[in-house]
T-cell receptor
């Protein structure tokens, strides 16, 4: 049981390049989400999914795309990277029920992204 | 959206001391959780506590939902308690959108 696995751990991109951050979980969790963490700030929700084929926007969705074709995987795509997207990205998953109530949220180890 | 404020922003303790971290939120919530982010960036869920009091070892938490605040107590602190403590909430009626506070950075020294 690996939990939540994120790849890559570190990445440097040039402005305008595209890339995908991968997230996979092996706990059969329905709910998965992506957050970004900037210095001195808490985590901000980018996109989330309550099940395969269902995604929705969070607090800061601009510049990011997601899809959820399987229960296990929830990739985050940056279509045209900008320096403002330099951040640490966290993927999280949990059983969903009534709005995550009572469900432990498991986080991946983070992906450090720098856009130059 | 809901506002989540944590205090103090920074805290330095000697090993063995006790501390209280506070989380204030601006609207009614149906979910409140406390997390610890260790110095390596790993995020660990400490408590799910939308109301009432819970204890887990040296840590305990209390949420007074009617007054819109939660407290995290750390007793007999250890150096391994260092890191950032986050409070996160889901506003009532907005299922699945977890909003984080800006955190309290704790450093425990020998």
């Amino acid at each position: 049981n690996a939990g939540v696995t994120q790849t890559p751990k570190f990445q440097v991109l040039k402005t305008g390049q595209s890339m995908t951050l991968q997230c996979a979980q092996d706990m059969n969790h329905e709910y998965m989400s992506w957050y970004r963490q900037d210095p001195g700030m808490g985590l901000r929700l980018i996109h989330y999914s309550v099940g395969a084929g269902i995604t929705d926007q969070g607090e800061v969705p601009n510049g990011y795309n997601v899809s959820r074709s399987t229960t296990e995987d929830f990739p985050l795509r940056l279509l045209s990277a900008a320096p403002s997207q330099t951040s640490v990205y966290f993927c999280a998953s949990s059983y969903s029920g009534t709005g995550l109530s009572g469900n432990t949220i498991y986080f991946g180890e983070g992906s450090w992204l720098t856009v130059v | 959206g809901i506002q989540v404020e944590q205090s103090p922003p920074d805290l330095i303790l000697q090993e063995g001391a006790n501390s209280t971290l506070r989380c204030n939120f601006s609207d009614s919530v149906n979910n409140l959780q406390w997390f610890h982010q260790n110095p390596w960036g790993q995020l660990i869920n400490l408590f799910y506590i939308p109301s009432g009091t819970k204890q887990n070892g040296r840590l305990s938490a209390t949420t007074v939902a009617t007054e819109r605040y939660s407290l995290l107590y750390i007793s007999s602190s250890q150096t391994t308690d260092s890191g950032v403590y986050f409070c996160a909430v889901i506003m009532s009626g907005t299922a699945s959108k977890l909003t984080f506070g800006t955190g309290t950075r704790l450093q425990v020294t020998l």
